[in-house]
């Protein structure tokens, strides 16, 4: 026999030739060979692995794309190069999750914008990366930029800047002086220095376009010997009744301004002629008290009889009259809710806009607005990339729900795998149709639920994940691929068609063979944290599975076929395999964890246990 070792590595191999790949440095490898009589013979080769110049990839994702809402878009890598070699894989993502590994594939993108990521790899593993930019809108419109008409005023003014003539969808607005962001509300005020400036307007659409506008504002000074008194700019108004707002209150103004004046000459007058609100006014002396003497400053009364309204009471004061409250609307609190239209869980994180406010729902998936009173109001949900899309919904009342739909479902490629799960049981299935099927049915339906598990995910399992859905469904299906290959072969062994053979319960009760539905309660957590998810559950896994192993054991002694004994050891298997990343690990912990459980019900499943114990030898 043969036997390959390497200085301080120890035994490579045992075949007669092997492919490796060695790390970068000297390697010495010494190969021993035994004949059938002990007699060995050794030699060496010293192999010198040096790095070579390699060259990445050139990933070309294409343009990007603007299509309304429902479009199928194309995207295609088909552009991509490597210099020194040839593609081996592409991988097309979307926040850290593979959506697609075909270099040429169709995808409905939900409302909104999305970052393609596509990545190539060579057949030396090096790989390059490019970006292409999907926007799902609901209509074509671009967002246009209007800053108004431009502004001359005096120094002391406050300037309105108006954005509301803009376009667009959900925009949001930015005024820039000098490169440095003054403002990013529609419509503000601003006191400018003297000088001229140049404002620009940026507004961008939920779609991540932008357009911008220029308005010219001049502040001058006002002339040597001017009043101090200043009416500020008129801003630019665009409907009547806007314009018919800033001349009444120009009008009020100057009428406010005669009144002061007049009221000040009337007032000088009066000081002049000691007449005041038509009575003329006499000094009064008072009669003499009991000594016979008078008190000491007279005493002025008023003249009953008006006299001419040309003199004013000495130091009288003018007091206008109080102004009128203004009358405070009264607010309402709108609470809205979102759920998952198939579960009726909440959604958190959602963006709810209603009018010019925008809140995101919370872990319960409500969110609280505070609004002026009013009728009907329109209440629009964005969509969130890869697990639900947007909707929006007409409300009358103070309270709203709003359903999502979920947008997780398998693409095309993972239906197909699905599908040929099913076919390829089907048809091993088929080769025990002249036995009992009561067994048979249980394995069938075990792989019919691990199907049903990958197409029942929703948005709502991933709604607080790290994971994607096309990554997560992928990983799901290829360990449900193997279970189910094992289950079938366990299924059409003969110890098990035997079993079928001297069974005499016959098809008709074959019924009430069937495995339960699979619990999506642990799905949420493995998707949170994949790495959180192995420590937590595989303790108690492991502990369901000898608890399995020692009801086995104890049944054995009443029949001698067990067909328990293959679904637990398909468990047993995924338990013990540790490869891959975190993801992988705590899928197969999941679908082994659901397997027992299916053991379980088989020996506690009466009709089972009537055929088992029928096929005793």
Known sequence: YYEWKEDGVGILNL?????????????????????GYGATATDRVAIEVTAVDQ??????????????????????????????????????????????ESMVFEHIFPKGVHHITLRVTDNDGAAGTDDATITARSSMDMPEADAGADRE?????????????????NLTYQWILNGTTISEERMFYHLFDPGAYTVTLSVTDEYECTATDEVSVVITTPAVGGGTSRIPAMPEVSQTRGLWSY????????????????????????????????????????????????????IVKPDPKPATKTATKPNARIVPPEPKPVPVQPKVMMKVKVLDSASRMPVPGAAVQTGSATQKTD???????????????????????????GRTASVDGDNATILLSSTVRPDQ???????????????????VSGYDRCIPNFYRSVAQRLIEYVRGMTAVHFIRGKAGPKEVTDQMISVIES????????????????????????????AGCNASQISYDPLSDLIASPPGFVPATSPKVEQALLEIDREITSRTRDMS?????????????????????????????????????????????????????????
């Open 483 to 510: 279970v189910c290959t094992e289950l079938s072969e366990i299924m059409v062994s003969k110890r098990n068609i035997d079993l079928y053979a001297r069974s005499r319960a016959g098809n008709e009760n074959s």
């Open 363 to 389: 872990a319960i998936g409500e969110t609280v607005f505070t609004l002026d009173r009013g009728g009907q109001r329109t209440v629009s949900v964005s969509g969130i990339p890869n697990l639900y899309e």
């Open 247 to 298: 001349l009444l209150a120009a009008i009020v103004l100057i009428l406010v301004l005669a009144g002061i004046i007049f009221m000040r000459r009337r007032s000088a007058t009066t000081r002049s002629t000691g007449t005041a609100y038509g009575y003329k006014y006499k000094e009064y002396t008072p009669p003499p008290d009991k000594t016979g003497s008078k008190s000491g400053k007279p």
């Open 153 to 169: 005023a005096l120094e002391g003014t406050e300037i309105i800047l108006d954005a509301s003539r803009s376009s667009g969808e």
């Open 15 to 35: 075949a007669q030739s092997f492919d490796m790949v060695l790390p970068i440095g000297t390697h010495s490898i010494m190969l021993t060979l035994t004949d």
């Open 55 to 100: 060259k990445p990839p050139i990933a070309d994702a294409g343009s990007d794309q603007a299509v309304l809402i429902g479009t199928a878009v194309v995207l295609d890598a088909s552009g991509s190069t490597d210099p020194d070699g040839e593609i081996a894989k592409y991988e097309w993502l979307e926040d850290s999750a593979v959506i697609s």
């Open 413 to 431: 490629e993972q239906d197909a795998r699905l599908r040929s799960v099913r076919e390829a049981f089907e048809n091993r299935y088929r080769e």
């Open 561 to 617: 076929v067990l067909p328990i004994t293959g679904v637990w050891s398909i468990a047993k298997s995924l338990l013990a395999d540790q490869s891959g990343d975190d993801l992988e690990h705590a899928i197969r912990i999941l679908i082994a964890d659901t397997l027992l459980r299916y053991a379980k019900e088989m020996y506690e499943n009466p009709e089972i246990v009537k055929r088992m114990k029928q096929g005793i030898l």
